[in-house]
């Protein structure tokens, strides 16, 4: 009798194993995102960022059903691969994660959702920014940066409240992206009582476009707004300048690069406007004090989305303990109703488990760059 | 009426640069009946090879004015094209003068591929900003219609060429024998032309014709690409075909045509039918009536000739 019970106490000790760890459950949290190949520096980020919030949370200790708990993250690395990415996130499922922050981009977070859906684990991504990846009836797929449809919302509201711009003419260029950023910044101009005063098409292959801007000279509009990207965007901004149009030109994340003002040269000017998802760090509500605690824990500063890999570890910590559980099947439906001010601004998510209250940042060109706006 | 004036400019402008494309078509059309589907990507490499020339000119002797600058890269690039225009003839369709025709006819498709990937391969993917050394500020709006220098320039220099090479055919020696050649090869080599060299010098004269039109497309626009010949091509065909394909006379008006179309059909398709249509569709109405001239005119616009041809 006395033999089995030191069996016993032995294999305790040897299970728990660290002396911290002797009373605590392990939930491991998982983490996807390139950590080799060129977006690398970009997947590491996000996985310091997530990283950062598990320790916060083991530093202030959670206890859920009574039970107290260690978060340990479990990091792989997907290459921003597609194929590489269902083999990761299958990975992870075996491994018993509770849930996973990621994927990092779109191409390897749309193809890995379909195997947490399965698993019925939960998985948040801080960067991917598709409309496609949370339109696909999955419950288990969150965001919280915004998506490229909240950027023609953010832009019809800045037209609108800040440039008061009235008539407002719209062209798209008939891709999935193009179209679904110019419908959402219609849908939001007639929320707000506007009709466009012109609505034109041209594709992704066209250069000339004078024969649509033409027509949307007549209608005499305030602003343009151009759904695409800034191969097309960059010669329509030309040919505006060329055919007398004084209005604003406003655009998405697909005009909002370097190429752009490569390409449009003399065109530019501080009438040019685009918008991108995600806030820029020091326009974050706490990013100041995050990036300095990050860089000291981490000894390197922060690239881009790590406040966003921070946030999601944090939803999904904040739904367990709503859910007083680690157990995907329990905590899941409490991601619906987290709601917490988080690094990167209130941390909420709609029906399709889309960020409520999406960061979109605002630029303007100003002095040969993208300056962003207040 | 300022809009429609616009509209028809616009057209004009669009239009002339199809008609001077549409010339090479027919123009080989005319002696081979073979569609010469690498033509626009003849266009493709004379707009990067100027550029080439132009970078290096603006690098070495940056003294050098502008438009000088601009003349330079257009003969770098013409002479280019012609030395590539005589390649692609002697290469790969010579050997198959006497093969079945869908045999050339995939032939320029593959010649077409060939040169898109060497382009892309030397060029990369990227855009490139293309120097716009003449202006793209719009002169003084005449009666509220704006136009730039170099729409000027795009509409005068077509005209000068379209009339040069309606001359060339019709007056000169070579002409002579191009017509010979074209009308039948085998009795114009027994006539002693020397068929030949005169398909070559087809090809050399719309090679250069389409560098031209290639440094025009790309000094309006300010942008080159290595897939950037593909849309200009396509059109260019339809405009040929749409004028009567074989017809130089054909392939100017149905180029102009084509751009007018164009123009005024994504501008008014909305209005003329009722709000059902918009201008995603200015594509199908410019082969909607495609469709219904070749209804009435099998042989397109102005394409008598070649109704025993085809």
């Given at each position: 009798?006395?033999?089995?019970?030191?069996?016993?106490?032995?294999?305790?000790?040897?299970?728990?194993?660290?002396?911290?760890?002797?009373?605590?459950?392990?939930?491991?949290?998982?983490?996807?995102?390139?950590?080799?190949?060129?977006?690398?520096?970009?997947?590491?980020?996000?996985?310091?960022?997530?990283?950062?919030?598990?320790?916060?949370?083991?530093?202030?200790?959670?206890?859920?059903?009574?039970?107290?708990?260690?978060?340990?993250?479990?990091?792989?690395?997907?290459?921003?691969?597609?194929?590489?990415?269902?083999?990761?996130?299958?990975?992870?499922?075996?491994?018993?994660?509770?849930?996973?922050?990621?994927?990092?981009?779109?191409?390897?977070?749309?193809?890995?959702?379909?195997?947490?859906?399965?698993?019925?684990?939960?998985?948040?991504?801080?960067?991917?920014?598709?409309?496609?990846?949370?339109?696909?009836?999955?419950?288990?797929?969150?965001?919280?940066?915004?998506?490229?449809?909240?950027?023609?919302?953010?832009?019809?509201?800045?037209?609108?409240?800040?440039?008061?711009?009235?008539?407002?003419?719209?062209?798209?260029?008939?891709?999935?992206?193009?179209?679904?950023?110019?419908?959402?910044?219609?849908?939001?101009?007639?929320?707000?009582?506007?009709?466009?005063?012109?609505?034109?098409?041209?594709?992704?292959?066209?250069?000339?476009?004078?024969?649509?801007?033409?027509?949307?000279?007549?209608?005499?509009?305030?602003?343009?707004?151009?759904?695409?990207?800034?191969?097309?965007?960059?010669?329509?901004?030309?040919?505006?300048?060329?055919?007398?149009?004084?209005?604003?030109?406003?655009?998405?994340?697909?005009?909002?690069?370097?190429?752009?003002?490569?390409?449009?040269?003399?065109?530019?000017?501080?009438?040019?406007?685009?918008?991108?998802?995600?806030?820029?760090?020091?326009?974050?509500?706490?990013?100041?004090?995050?990036?300095?605690?990050?860089?000291?824990?981490?000894?390197?500063?922060?690239?881009?989305?790590?406040?966003?890999?921070?946030?999601?570890?944090?939803?999904?910590?904040?739904?367990?303990?709503?859910?007083?559980?680690?157990?995907?099947?329990?905590?899941?439906?409490?991601?619906?109703?987290?709601?917490?001010?988080?690094?990167?601004?209130?941390?909420?998510?709609?029906?399709?488990?889309?960020?409520?209250?999406?960061?979109?940042?605002?630029?303007?060109?100003?002095?040969?760059?993208?300056?962003?706006?207040? | 009426?300022?809009?429609?004036?616009?509209?028809?400019?616009?057209?004009?402008?669009?239009?002339?640069?199809?008609?001077?494309?549409?010339?090479g078509y027919t123009m080989v059309y005319g002696i081979l009946g073979l569609i010469n589907f690498a033509h626009g990507d003849?266009?493709?490499?004379?707009?990067?090879?100027?550029?080439?020339?132009?970078?290096?000119?603006?690098?070495?002797?940056?003294?050098?004015?502008?438009?000088?600058?601009?003349?330079?890269?257009?003969?770098?690039?013409?002479?280019?094209?012609?030395?590539?225009?005589?390649?692609i003839e002697r290469t790969a369709y010579r050997r198959l003068r006497n093969a079945p025709r869908l045999a050339p006819l995939i032939t320029a498709i593959g010649v077409s591929f060939l040169l898109q990937?060497?382009?892309?391969?030397?060029?990369?993917?990227?855009?490139?900003?293309?120097?716009?050394?003449?202006?793209?500020?719009?002169?003084?709006?005449?009666?509220?219609?704006?136009?730039?220098?170099?729409?000027?320039?795009?509409?005068?220099?077509?005209?000068?060429?379209?009339?040069?090479?309606?001359?060339?055919?019709?007056?000169?020696?070579?002409?002579?024998?191009?017509?010979?050649?074209a009308?039948?090869h085998r009795?114009?080599?027994?006539?002693?032309?020397?068929?030949?060299?005169?398909i070559?010098?087809t090809f050399?004269?719309g090679?250069?014709?389409?560098?031209?039109?290639?440094?025009?497309?790309?000094?309006?626009?300010?942008?080159?690409?290595?897939?950037?010949?593909f849309?200009?091509g396509l059109?260019?065909f339809t405009?040929a075909v749409?004028?009567?394909i074989g017809?130089?006379?054909?392939?100017?008006?149905?180029?102009?045509?084509?751009?007018?179309?164009?123009?005024?059909?994504?501008?008014?398709?909305?209005?003329?039918?009722?709000?059902?249509?918009?201008?995603?569709?200015?594509?199908?109405?410019?082969?909607?009536?495609?469709?219904?001239?070749l209804?009435?005119?099998p042989t397109?616009?102005?394409?008598?000739?070649v109704a025993d041809r085809a």
């Amino acid at each position: 009798m006395k033999r089995t019970v030191t069996l016993l106490a032995l294999a305790g000790m040897a299970l728990a194993g660290g002396p911290a760890a002797l009373a605590d459950t392990v939930v491991r949290i998982g983490f996807a995102g390139p950590l080799t190949g060129p977006v690398a520096h970009l997947g590491k980020d996000e996985q310091f960022g997530a990283q950062l919030a598990l320790d916060d949370a083991n530093a202030k200790g959670v206890t859920l059903g009574g039970q107290k708990v260690r978060f340990e993250l479990m990091a792989d690395d997907d290459q921003a691969d597609p194929r590489t990415a269902t083999t990761v996130a299958q990975r992870l499922v075996d491994a018993g994660v509770k849930g996973v922050v990621g994927h990092v981009t779109s191409g390897a977070a749309i193809p890995a959702s379909r195997i947490y859906e399965q698993a019925g684990i939960p998985s948040v991504t801080p960067s991917a920014t598709s409309p496609k990846l949370t339109r696909q009836g999955y419950r288990t797929t969150y965001r919280v940066i915004a998506n490229d449809l909240q950027q023609g919302t953010a832009m019809a509201r800045f037209a609108v409240e800040v440039l008061k711009a009235q008539r407002i003419a719209v062209i798209d260029d008939r891709t999935a992206y193009g179209q679904g950023l110019a419908d959402a910044l219609v849908d939001s101009l007639k929320q707000r009582g506007i009709a466009p005063v012109g609505r034109e098409f041209t594709n992704d292959k066209a250069t000339d476009f004078s024969a649509i801007l033409t027509k949307i000279k007549a209608a005499r509009p305030d602003a343009i707004f151009y759904g695409g990207m800034d191969a097309q965007g960059a010669p329509m901004l030309k040919q505006m300048k060329q055919l007398g149009i004084a209005a604003k030109y406003l655009s998405g994340d697909g005009v909002c690069t370097s190429e752009m003002i490569k390409l449009a040269g003399a065109a530019m000017s501080g009438d040019v406007y685009c918008t991108q998802a995600g806030i820029p760090m020091d326009k974050m509500p706490a990013g100041k004090a995050f990036n300095e605690r990050f860089t000291k824990r981490f000894n390197v500063p922060v690239q881009l989305y790590a406040p966003y890999s921070y946030d999601a570890a944090n939803a999904l910590i904040e739904a367990m303990k709503l859910a007083n559980s680690a157990e995907p099947a329990h905590y899941l439906p409490q991601l619906q109703k987290v709601g917490f001010k988080g690094v990167t601004g209130n941390i909420a998510f709609d029906r399709y488990g889309d960020s409520r209250d999406g960061g979109v940042a605002l630029y303007q060109f100003s002095a040969g760059k993208w300056d962003v706006r207040p | 009426m300022e809009t429609l004036l616009q509209q028809t400019v616009n057209g004009l402008v669009v239009g002339s640069v199809y008609a001077l494309i549409a010339l090479g078509y027919t123009m080989v059309y005319g002696i081979l009946g073979l569609i010469n589907f690498a033509h626009g990507d003849v266009l493709m490499v004379g707009a990067l090879v100027a550029l080439e020339a132009i970078r290096l000119i603006q690098l070495h002797a940056p003294e050098l004015g502008l438009v000088p600058t601009l003349l330079a890269g257009l003969a770098v690039a013409v002479v280019v094209c012609m030395i590539l225009g005589y390649t692609i003839e002697r290469t790969a369709y010579r050997r198959l003068r006497n093969a079945p025709r869908l045999a050339p006819l995939i032939t320029a498709i593959g010649v077409s591929f060939l040169l898109q990937t060497l382009a892309m391969i030397v060029w990369g993917r990227n855009y490139h900003t293309f120097p716009q050394l003449v202006s793209t500020t719009p002169v003084e709006p005449i009666a509220g219609v704006f136009i730039t220098p170099v729409q000027i320039v795009i509409l005068v220099v077509s005209a000068v060429l379209m009339i040069g090479l309606v001359l060339l055919v019709n007056k000169t020696r070579l002409g002579r024998a191009m017509r010979a050649t074209a009308e039948n090869h085998r009795v114009a080599s027994l006539m002693g032309v020397d068929t030949n060299k005169i398909i070559a010098a087809t090809f050399v004269i719309g090679s250069a014709l389409a560098a031209v039109a290639g440094v025009m497309y790309s000094s309006n626009y300010g942008i080159a690409h290595y897939a950037m010949g593909f849309m200009p091509g396509l059109k260019a065909f339809t405009a040929a075909v749409l004028g009567g394909i074989g017809n130089l006379a054909g392939a100017m008006l149905g180029g102009i045509v084509l751009g007018l179309v164009e123009s005024i059909g994504a501008g008014y398709i909305e209005d003329m039918s009722f709000g059902f249509l918009n201008s995603s569709y200015q594509d199908i109405f410019a082969f909607l009536i495609l469709g219904i001239v070749l209804i009435f005119r099998p042989t397109g616009l102005l394409g008598e000739r070649v109704a025993d041809r085809a």
